[in-house]
């Protein structure tokens, strides 16, 4: 069994930083596909960020603004956020087991995490 744990999020202004972490436990993942997505308050949930063991993949919205890592014991996978907006707040999800930017694709999700930006 797979676990994913995100963490970090919260309440930040507009033009703010946050930092999540999704950490993996249960299997070994190093460089397999990690992904982040999120769930804006009444939409669907959309792709932000894949790290693949060759690179990482960026939505256009959040390109130059999000960066995606792994940590050294590459069990953690980071999501650094700056210069955030309003149109960012969302329930951000961390999902492995699967490829690509589409949410079906993926078997293991963590249970999410509220990013909330003000303006």
């Known amino acids: 069994q797979v676990q994913l744990a995100e963490s970090g999020g919260g309440l930040v202004q507009a033009g703010g930083s946050l930092r999540l972490s999704c950490a993996v436990s249960g299997r070994t993942f190093m460089d397999a596909n990690i992904a982040w997505f999120r769930q804006p308050p009444g939409k669907e949930r959309e792709f932000v960020s894949v790290?693949?063991?060759?690179?990482?993949r960026y939505a256009d919205s959040v390109k130059g603004r999000f960066t995606i890592s792994r940590g050294n014991a590459k069990n953690t996978v980071y999501l650094q956020m700056i210069s955030l907006k309003p149109e960012d707040t969302a329930v951000y999800y961390c999902?492995?087991?699967?490829?690509?930017?589409?949410?079906?694709?993926?078997?293991?999700w963590g249970q999410g995490t509220q990013v909330s930006v003000s303006s």
């Open positions: 999902a492995a087991g699967g490829s690509g930017a589409t949410p079906s694709n993926y078997v293991y």
């Open positions: 790290i693949t063991w060759n690179g990482a």
